[in-house]
Structure formats: structure tokens, C-alpha cells
């Protein structure tokens, strides 16, 4: 049913965060699909995403001279759900489901690995691209 909230003694389920500060995200469905943007903020509750730029809805804003905020219709971003995303390649600008890859350095006479993630069109380390 539409609009039931969670039953009392239920927690409600955290949604994980698959995107990082600095992505570039591309839209695979919904109105804004085929546009792209750069990563804003997320929402563990519903699992939603703002992508800069992306799924532009209007806003009525009173106004308020106490604060200097001037009355009218402002442009907002509106959050999309995160199934509906996917991270865009900096190397190949392809829209991918990342996988995990390790990279391993030598410090202090011990082996560290690192879980990077890696683009599966191009197998380049995105996490290092993007710096």
C-alpha cells in the first residue's frame, strides 16, 4: 500500500551509499534519463540521490524580508532513486556498475591492499582518475 509508513516495532532498513564525493552520476531511467551530473548528496533512509543539474522541478518560495529572500518560482534539484543511477567512467565516459579491485603497496616492510573500485568497460582504477 502507497503511503503506509513502517510498522512500529519494525527498524527501518539503511540503504548504503553506492557513490562517492565527486562522482560524476548518469541518469539510466525516468524523465531525466541520459543526463548527467556531478554528485550532491544522498539520502540513507529512501535511498535517494541530488545530482547537480539534474531533475530540475520548480519551487514557490514566500517571500520573506526578514531573511532576504525574495518571493517567486525557483528551480530546485530533485532527488532521483538510486537504481536509477549509475556511476559514470572518467577514463571511457561510459555509464558502469563499478567492481571492486585491489591495489597493493609496500609500507614499512608490510604488504597493504586497498579496495579501489574499477570500471568494467575499460578495467581502469576509477578512484584514481578522478583525482
Known amino acids: 500500500m502507497r503511503g503506509v ?27 531525466s534519463s541520459g543526463k548527467f551530473g556531478e554528485y550532491q548528496s544522498f539520502d540513507p533512509k529512501t535511498g535517494r540521490v541530488v545530482i547537480k543539474g539534474v531533475n530540475m522541478g520548480d519551487r514557490h518560495v514566500k517571500p520573506r524580508p526578514d531573511k532576504n529572500v525574495e518571493g517567486g518560482i525557483v528551480k530546485v534539484e530533485r532527488s532521483i532513486h538510486h537504481s536509477n543511477i549509475m556511476v559514470r567512467c572518467p577514463s571511457c565516459a561510459k555509464p558502469v556498475r563499478p567492481k571492486a579491485g585491489f591495489t597493493e603497496t609496500m609500507a614499512e616492510g608490510k604488504t597493504v591492499r586497498k579496495k579501489r573500485r574499477v570500471c568494467r568497460a575499460c578495467l581502469k582504477d576509477m578512484d584514481a582518475l578522478k583525482k
Open 5 to 31: 509508513p513502517p510498522r512500529a516495532g519494525k527498524p527501518q532498513k539503511l540503504v548504503k551509499n553506492p557513490f562517492r564525493k565527486g562522482d560524476v552520476l548518469h541518469v539510466i531511467s525516468g524523465s
